[in-house]
């Protein structure tokens, strides 16, 4: 008699592997599932990665060795590897409309360093976005490799509209004809006029690279404008607004394809990581859905309404808005410096970051701003209802002075409108 194959457990907590083989870890990771599912995750660089890229970043593939790209790997066995990598460079093709990518780089910094090697030499003069601005430290800050072996040139916002001014811009590139000029941030609430990005490029002949690490999701989405036709190379974390795993892509136009390969490996590292590899295509397949394209334009719509209802509370912000996912917070106008309030924010349930705001007095270790993204609670299903209600929570603790029993009271709101919008 023939009796049906049994049916294997789902591992649980006390069943899984990783709690048999160490318990330790397995109830740190225990705790931070519970941290990201009862608190207010307002991270602009953070987001929750489906439950399908997660199962491809822990999968199988991760065994595999893989330097070198498709079809010219230095080792064997690659055979499915190198179908995962090529479906993963298609669908950013498909997606971003790039004529060449390659989804090798680890994370954003290297990508970004990539195009360092792959156009500059030693000494080569960059034009890119001051850190206490709203760039990244890998645009020229003096703690990047970046600021070290490259002479940096910074452009900022305009003291009077808190704006990029493209006409400046122009001048400091007209004045040292920098090789890389590089356009993208990671605090600035604007969109980028990438047109004039690129005829600035285009006067000094420069290379233009765009770094939309933090937009890319609404760039996939359609919420933002994309760099694609403008810049001659394009970098982008998948993780953020793209809600992917931790890794990067760059895309460029094909008579760079070789530099940039080149760069990337051997330039900067060895092999892949192929389970991010495989995660990365899952990320770019769901930003291929149409639903996706609703997830961005509510990030932008999520954002504006926090931003108006902090502004409603006489709170500062850097540019006076958003057009993207994050805003800036500028707190010198209500006595109060970001790293306590930060911290005061985490204890009642919102989780946010301190950050440095334009011409800040403070030290970066406890600078003046507040950074806030919509990204993650965007992902969890909040709309602007529940975003004017952070603003109202954020209003609260300040004007309590951080009151202890104020905190307490909103933790108990917080986790209670977390318990209705299940994580991933």
């Known amino acids: 008699m023939n009796h049906p194959a049994a049916v294997p457990a789902i591992p649980t907590l006390a069943t899984s592997p990783l709690t048999r083989t160490d318990p330790q870890l397995a109830a740190l990771l225990a705790e931070e599932e519970a941290r990201q599912r009862f608190k207010i995750r307002l991270i602009a660089s953070e987001n929750y990665a489906s439950s399908a890229v997660r199962e491809a970043s822990s999968s199988v593939i991760t065994n595999q060795y893989s330097e070198g790209y498709p079809g010219a790997r230095y080792y064997e066995g690659q055979q ?4 995962v ?3 993963a460079i298609a669908r950013a093709k498909a997606l971003f409309g790039a004529e060449h990518v390659n989804v090798q780089a680890h994370s954003g910094s290297p990508a970004n360093l990539a195009v360092y090697l792959a156009f500059l030499k030693p000494g080569d003069t960059v034009l890119g976005m001051q850190l206490a601005h709203g760039g990244h430290l890998t645009h020229g800050s003096k703690a990047s490799i970046t600021g070290k072996y490259w002479n940096i040139v910074s452009y900022g916002l305009d003291p009077q509209t808190k704006l990029l001014d493209y006409a400046s811009i122009r001048e400091l590139a007209l004045q040292h004809k ?3 000029i590089i356009a993208g941030h990671s605090a600035y609430p604007r969109q980028l006029d990438f047109a004039a990005f690129r005829a600035i490029a285009d006067e000094v002949g420069a290379i233009l690279m765009v770094d939309m690490a933090h937009f890319a999701g609404l760039v996939a989405g359609g919420a933002h404008p994309s760099p694609v036709p403008y810049a001659d190379v394009v970098t982008t974390t998948t993780h953020k607004s793209l809600r992917g795993p931790r ?5 460029c136009r094909a008579e760079h394809a070789a530099k940039i390969d ?3 490996f051997p330039g900067l590292q060895g092999g892949p990581h192929n389970a991010i590899t495989a995660a990365i295509a899952v990320t ?3 930003a291929l859905r149409p639903e996706f394209a609703t997830y961005a334009g509510q990030c932008v719509a999520n954002a504006r309404a ?3 209802g902090l502004l409603d509370h006489g709170f500062n912000l850097v540019t006076g808005g958003t057009d993207n996912h994050l805003v800036l917070v500028d707190l010198r ?8 309030l930060a911290a005061a924010l985490d204890r009642a349930g919102l989780v946010t970051n301190y950050n440095a705001v334009p011409w800040d007095e403070q030290p970066p270790q406890n600078p003046s701003g507040l950074r806030l993204g919509s990204p993650s609670m965007t992902t969890r299903g909040f709309h602007e209802a529940e975003f004017r209600r952070i603003a109202d929570w954020i209003a609260r603790v300040v004007d309590s002075g951080l009151d202890d029993k104020v905190i307490a009271e909103i933790a108990v709101e917080t986790q209670a409108l977390c318990a209705g919008f299940p994580m991933p």
């Open 333 to 340: 106008n209500k006595g109060i410096a970001g790293k306590p």
């Open 306 to 308: 926090l931003a108006h």
């Open 178 to 180: 920098p090789r890389l």
């Open 80 to 83: 499915i590897v190198d179908q």
């Open 247 to 251: 890794g990067a892509i760059v895309m």
């Open 85 to 87: 990598e090529r479906l």
């Open 284 to 286: 770019l397949q769901e």
């Open 262 to 264: 080149k760069a990337v």
